[in-house]
C-alpha cells in the first residue's frame, strides 16, 4: 500500500495501511483483515449446543457433512410417507372417486410445493442458522410471525404424534394381535374399539416418551431403519400394482344382494351346501337365520338375495377405474353396497326384518363429504420442514434445503398421485370403502394388493408409523425449548430448561400431555384435521411474511433462490385459506384466532429481540436490527440566487435511491434573519417542493433562515425529523467549484458537514458531477455499477447498488466490486473470500482482486503535494493581508467618525495614523515578500505526500477499470482530525476521483447496515 516511512520522498511504502484511510483504521479495517476474519468465521446460534450436537464419540466437534440426499430428502420423504398413505388412501379413494381424489392430493401437494418455495426463499435468504425450522423462520419473518408460526409448527407436531401412535396401535388391534382387545362389546362395537385405543395409546405414548427421554440418538439410529420400512411397503406396493396386471391376486369378498359382508366369522360365501348328497347350512346361514336349520327363519332380505363372491382387486387391467371415476359419499352407520340391481323387500316381510346392526355387513363408521376427505388426507403432504431441521448439519444448507424439499415433495406428489388412479383402476369400489379391510379377513385393503404378501406392508407401516411418533416426540419439545429460549412468550421460559445433556424434560412432559389429548379423542379420523389446521396455520403464515417481505422491498429481503416471487407466496397464502375453510370452517376459526392472539400478544410485550419489522416507521427510540436498516434521508439542496434549486438531479437519485420507501426529508439553509427572510423561506420551500414532484421524489421538505450556512446544516443533521421518524443518512452534492471560489466557506462548511455527520453517527453519501446523473425517464443499459471497497465501515457501499438496480433506471446495469491487495496479501485466497462473502450477501455480482504493490512515490506525486502545500500556504497569506487591510479600513473609518462628533482634531489623528503605520506597513511588506520566497523555498509535509501518494495510486487503479461504468461508489476517507489540513483533504478526494465522470462517496455511520443472515 502506498504508505509512506521515511523521512525523504524516496522512501518505500509499508505494505499494511493506506495513508488516506489511517486515521480511522480501529473503527474501519481493511478489506483484507475483514475477508479473513470472515473465512475463519462459525456459524453458531442460540440454542445449537441444546439441540444440534454433532459430536464423535471421543467428544471432538464434526463439522457439518451432510448433503443435499441424505440430509434433506430423505428426512423429507421419510416424514411425508406415512400412515394416511398405509390407512387411508385406499378409503379416500373409493369414498371421493379418482377425480375427486386426485383433486384432493393435487391441491395439497401445490399447497406444500408452494409453501417450500417460500421456505427455500428464506434459506437462501442468508447464511441458514443451525437449529432448524423454527430459527430459519423467526430469524428471517420475525418475533411475531416467528412466535405465530413456532407454536403452530409445534402443536401441528404433538397432534402428528398422537396421530401416528393412533395409527399405529390401529395397526396393531386390527391385523397384527386382533385378539388382543381390552374391551369387547357387540352391541357398541365402536366404543369398545375407541377404549381399547385409549388404552394402548397412552401405554405406547409413555414408552416412546421414555425412549426420547433415555436418549435421543437411539431414536436418530433408528430412523434408517424406519425409512427403509417405508421404501420397502411403496415398493410392495408398486409390484402388487404391477402382478395384478399379469395375474390379479385370488382374495374375493363376499356380497349379500349389493351389500358387502365382514368375511372374517365365516369361511365360505354360501348359504347352503352340498356334502355326502345332502344339503347343510353354513356358519353364513347362522349369522341371518335363528338356527342352522334348513326351515329356520331367516332375515327376508338374506331369504331374498343370493350370495356371490366377487375379486377384491379384478386388476389393472380389468376395466374397474370407470366405476370408481366418481365418488360415492354415505351417512354414519349406513351398508356398504355395490351398485348392482337387487330384490327389495315386499312391504309385508319387512316387519320381520332383523336389525342390520346385528348382521355381519360391513358398515360405514363416520359420514363422509369431500371436504371431510381433505381435511384427513392434508397431513399425509406435511413433514416438508424435516430437511430444514437438520441446517446445522448441513455442508451447504442453503443449496441443499431448496433442492432436496423440493424434490422430496415432487417424489412424493408423483406417489400419491400414481397411488390414486392404480388403486382406483386395481381395486373393487366396495373394498376400497371397506376403511378396516373386514371384508377381506381384516386385511389392510393396500395389503391385498402388495407383493408378496401383506404381511410385508403391515409391518412396515407399523415401523414406519412407530418412527414417525418417535420423531415427533423428539422434535417437539426442542422446537417448544427453542421459543421458551427465545424469551417471546414469558410464561413458556420453564420449558426452555434442559438436563445437564441437554435434553428439554419439562418440554417433553408437556408435549406428551398434549398428545395424550390426542390420544384420548381415539381416533385417526377427527384427529387428522386438528393437525392439519396448525400446519395449515404455519404455512399460511410463512406464505404471508414472504410476500410481505418482497412487496415492502426490504432491503435485506434478497433470496437467491430464483424461481421465488411474491405471486407464488400469496398464491400458496390463499390456497392454505381455502383449504382450512374447507378442511373445517370451525377449526379454521379457532386456528385464526389462535395464531392471531399468539401474534399480537408478543407484539404487545414488545419482544425485546426485534429480528424483522414490517412497519415502516416505528416510533421508538431503538435502533433497528441490521437486517432492516435502510436509508432514511436527509438531502441538503443547495439554491441558486432565485432560490431555485441548483441541482434537481439530487432529488433525482434520491428517488432512485429509495423508490417511494422510507423517510426523505429535503431540506436547505438560507443565510440572512428568519424576519427578514421568511417570505423567502417560504418560496424556497414551495420551489423544492415544486422540483421534488417534477423528479417524482416522495418525502417532505423544510426551509430554515440562519446566520450561518455551517450552522444551518449542522442544526438540520442534529434535529430533522421527529423521535422515530429519524433520518440515518444524508445526501450532498460535491462542492464542485471550490478551487475557484472567493470564499473559501463553501469547503469548509462542506468538511464541518463530514464532520458532524460522522458525530451523529450518520452516514453520508456525496455526489460528484451531480448534474450528470440520469434522471428518473432515462434508461441506463450494458453499464456497470462499480464498488470500490477499500475499507469496511458497515457495508453500505454493498447496500447501496443493490437499492438502485430496484429502479428502473438502473436495473439492467451489473454491479462489480473491486477490493485492493496489498504486497503482504493473498489475492487468489482474497477473491474467493470475498466471492464467497458476496455470494452469502446475496448480491449478484462479479468481484475483482486489483493489486497495489509497493512503489516507491514518484516524482510527479511529490510535485503535486507540493504545489498543492504551496498553493494553500499563499492563500492562507493573501487571506491573512485581506482580513488585516479590512480591519484597519474599519478602524480609520471608525476614527474618521468620531472626529466629527466632538473627538480629538483630525489633523491629530492624521499624523498620528501616519507615523505609527508608516513603520508597520513597511515590516509588514518585508515580512510578505520574504513569506513568499520561504513559499517557494519550502518542503513537503511527509504525511501529505504519503495521503498524495495514496490518492494518486487508488485513482489509478480506480480510472483504469471503471472509468466506462455509468458509477462509481468509493469509500470516503474521514477528514483530518487536525483542522489545519482540511484543504488539503479536499484536494486529496478532488485526485482521488480525477478522471471519474459520475461518482458517490460513501461513509458509514458507524454501525452494520448489511449482514450476511436471514
Not at 131 to 146: D, H, K, N, T
Not at 303 to 329: D, F, M, Q, R
Not at 396 to 410: C, E, F, H, N, W
Not at 756 to 777: G, M, R, W, Y
Amino acid at each position: 500500500s502506498p504508505f509512506i516511512t521515511t523521512g525523504d520522498h524516496e522512501g518505500s511504502c509499508d505494505g499494511k495501511n493506506m495513508a488516506l484511510f489511517e486515521e480511522e483504521m480501529d473503527s474501519t479495517p481493511m478489506v483484507s483483515a475483514l475477508l479473513n476474519k470472515l473465512a475463519n468465521y462459525t456459524n453458531l446460534t442460540q440454542g445449537v449446543i441444546d439441540h444440534e450436537k454433532a459430536e464423535s464419540e471421543d467428544g471432538v466437534k464434526k463439522g457439518p457433512q451432510m448433503g443435499t440426499f441424505i440430509g434433506v430428502y430423505l428426512p423429507c420423504m421419510q416424514n411425508i410417507l406415512g400412515v394416511i398413505l398405509f390407512l387411508r388412501l385406499t378409503w379416500i379413494v373409493g369414498t371421493a372417486g379418482i377425480l375427486g381424489s386426485f383433486a384432493i392430493v393435487f391441491m395439497c401437494c401445490v399447497c406444500t410445493l408452494l409453501t417450500a418455495i417460500s421456505m427455500s426463499a428464506i434459506a437462501t435468504n442468508g447464511v441458514v442458522p443451525a437449529g432448524g425450522s423454527y430459527y430459519m423462520i423467526s430469524r428471517a419473518l420475525g418475533p411475531e410471525f416467528g412466535g405465530a408460526v413456532g407454536l403452530c409448527l409445534y402443536l401441528g407436531t404433538t397432534f402428528a404424534g398422537s396421530m401416528y401412535i393412533l395409527g399405529t396401535i390401529e395397526i396393531l388391534l386390527m391385523y397384527i394381535v386382533p385378539d388382543g382387545a381390552l374391551f369387547v362389546d357387540k352391541a357398541n362395537e365402536p366404543l369398545a374399539q375407541q377404549n381399547n385405543m385409549r388404552v394402548y395409546g397412552t401405554c405406547c405414548l409413555a414408552l416412546m416418551a421414555l425412549m426420547v427421554f433415555v436418549g435421543v440418538k437411539y431414536v436418530n439410529k433408528l430412523a434408517l431403519v424406519f425409512l427403509s420400512c417405508v421404501i420397502l411397503s411403496i415398493m410392495a406396493i408398486y409390484a402388487g400394482v404391477i402382478r395384478s396386471a399379469i395375474s390379479p391376486p385370488d382374495f374375493q369378498i363376499c356380497l349379500l344382494g349389493n351389500r358387502t359382508l365382514k368375511n372374517h366369522d365365516f369361511e365360505k360365501c354360501l348359504k347352503t351346501e352340498v356334502i355326502n348328497n345332502s344339503t347343510v347350512t353354513t356358519q353364513l346361514w347362522e349369522q341371518f337365520c335363528n338356527g342352522s336349520s334348513i326351515d329356520a327363519d331367516c332375515d327376508p332380505y338374506f331369504a331374498l338375495n343370493n350370495v356371490t363372491e366377487t375379486k377384491a382387486i379384478p386388476g389393472l387391467l380389468s376395466g374397474v377405474i370407470s366405476e370408481n371415476l366418481w365418488g360415492t359419499y354415505v351417512p354414519y352407520d349406513t351398508v356398504l353396497e355395490k351398485n348392482l340391481s337387487v330384490a327389495e323387500v315386499p312391504e309385508s316381510e319387512k316387519e320381520k326384518l332383523k336389525n342390520v346392526k346385528d348382521m355381519p355387513y360391513v358398515f360405514n363408521d363416520i359420514t363422509t363429504y369431500f371436504t371431510l376427505m381433505v381435511g384427513i388426507f392434508f397431513p399425509s403432504v406435511t413433514g416438508i420442514l424435516a430437511g430444514s431441521n437438520r441446517s446445522g448439519d448441513l455442508r451447504d444448507a442453503q443449496r441443499s434445503i431448496p433442492i432436496g424439499t423440493i424434490l422430496a415433495i415432487v417424489t412424493t406428489s408423483i406417489i400419491y398421485l400414481s397411488c390414486v388412479v392404480v388403486f382406483g383402476a386395481c381395486v373393487e369400489g366396495v373394498v376400497l370403502r371397506d376403511k378396516f379391510g373386514f371384508s377381506v379377513k381384516r386385511t389392510p385393503v393396500i395389503g391385498i394388493l402388495a407383493w408378496p404378501s401383506p404381511w410385508v406392508l403391515v409391518i412396515g407401516s407399523f415401523f414406519s408409523c412407530c418412527g414417525a411418533g418417535l420423531q415427533s416426540l423428539t422434535s417437539a419439545p426442542r422446537l417448544l425449548q427453542a421459543i421458551a429460549h427465545d424469551g417471546l412468550v414469558p410464561f413458556l421460559q420453564v420449558f426452555g430448561h434442559s438436563k445437564s445433556n441437554g435434553e428439554p424434560t419439562w418440554a417433553l412432559l408437556l408435549t406428551a400431555g398434549i398428545c395424550e389429548i390426542g390420544i384420548l379423542i381415539a381416533s385417526l379420523d377427527v384427529v387428522a384435521p386438528i393437525l392439519s389446521m396448525f400446519f395449515l396455520m404455519c404455512y399460511l403464515f410463512v406464505n404471508l411474511a414472504c410476500a410481505v417481505q418482497t412487496l415492502l422491498r426490504t432491503p435485506n429481503w434478497r433470496p437467491r433462490f430464483k424461481f421465488y416471487h411474491w405471486t407464488l407466496s400469496f398464491l400458496g397464502m390463499s390456497l392454505c385459506l381455502s383449504l382450512m375453510f374447507v378442511s373445517s370452517w370451525g377449526y379454521a376459526l379457532f386456528g385464526m384466532l389462535f395464531a392471531g392472539c399468539v401474534y399480537k400478544y408478543i407484539e404487545y410485550r414488545g419482544a425485546e429481540k426485534e429480528w424483522a419489522q414490517y412497519a415502516l416507521i416505528k416510533l421508538e427510540e431503538a435502533p433497528p436490527h441490521t437486517k432492516n436498516w435502510r436509508p432514511q434521508l436527509l438531502v441538503l439542496l443547495s439554491l441558486d440566487s432565485d432560490l431555485m434549486v441548483k441541482h434537481p438531479r439530487l432529488l433525482s437519485l434520491t428517488s432512485q435511491l429509495k423508490a417511494g420507501k422510507g423517510l426523505t426529508i429535503v431540506c436547505s439553509v438560507l443565510q440572512g434573519i428568519y424576519m427578514n427572510r421568511g417570505a423567502d423561506a417560504k418560496r424556497s420551500e414551495k420551489n423544492i417542493k415544486a422540483a421534488m414532484a417534477a423528479e417524482k421524489t416522495k418525502g417532505f421538505c423544510h426551509a430554515v433562515v440562519c446566520s450561518n450556512l455551517r450552522d444551518g446544516f449542522s442544526n438540520l443533521i442534529q434535529s430533522a425529523g421527529l423521535g422515530g421518524m429519524k433520518h440515518n443518512t444524508v445526501l450532498m452534492a460535491w462542492p464542485c467549484n471550490w478551487r475557484q471560489a472567493e470564499d473559501s466557506s463553501s469547503w469548509k462548511n462542506f468538511i464541518e458537514t463530514v464532520r458532524e455527520t460522522t458525530s451523529a453517527h450518520q452516514a453520508l453519501l456525496v455526489a460528484k458531477n451531480i448534474d450528470s446523473f440520469p434522471c428518473n425517464t432515462e434508461r441506463l443499459t450494458e453499464g456497470t455499477i462499480d464498488v470500490w471497497w477499500i475499507v469496511h465501515d458497515g457495508g453500505l457501499l454493498m447496500l447501496l447498488p443493490f437499492l438502485l438496480r430496484q429502479h428502473k433506471v438502473w436495473k439492467k446495469c451489473k454491479m462489480r466490486i473491486f477490493t485492493v491487495a496489498h504486497l503482504d496479501d493473498n489475492s487468489i485466497q482474497m477473491k474467493k473470500d470475498l466471492y464467497m462473502f458476496i455470494y452469502q450477501l446475496r448480491l449478484d455480482a462479479e468481484v475483482e482482486v486489483v493489486e497495489m504493490h509497493a512503489s516507491d512515490i514518484s516524482a510527479f506525486t511529490y510535485e503535486k503535494t507540493l504545489v498543492m502545500e504551496q498553493r494553500s500556504q499563499l492563500l492562507r497569506q493573501m487571506q491573512l493581508s485581506k482580513t488585516e487591510r479590512e480591519r484597519e479600513a474599519h478602524m480609520f473609518h471608525g476614527k474618521n467618525t468620531k472626529s466629527h462628533t466632538g473627538s480629538p482634531s483630525s489633523d491629530h489623528v492624521h499624523m498620528t495614523w501616519t507615523k505609527e503605520k508608516f513603520i508597520s506597513e513597511r515590516n509588514r511588506h518585508r515580512e510578505a515578500s520574504q513569506g513568499v520566497r520561504d513559499i517557494f523555498n519550502m518542503k513537503p509535509n511527509q504525511s501529505n505526500v504519503r495521503r498524495m501518494h495514496t490518492a494518486v495510486k487508488l485513482n489509478e487503479v480506480v480510472v483504469n477499470k471503471s472509468q466506462g461504468a455509468h458509477l462509481v461508489l468509493l469509500n470516503m476517507p474521514g477528514p483530518p482530525k487536525n483542522k489545519g489540513g482540511d484543504e488539503n483533504y479536499m484536494e486529496f478526494l478532488e485526485v482521488l476521483m480525477e478522471g471519474l465522470d459520475r461518482v458517490l462517496l460513501v461513509r458509514g455511520g458507524g454501525r452494520e447496515v448489511i449482514t450476511i443472515y436471514s
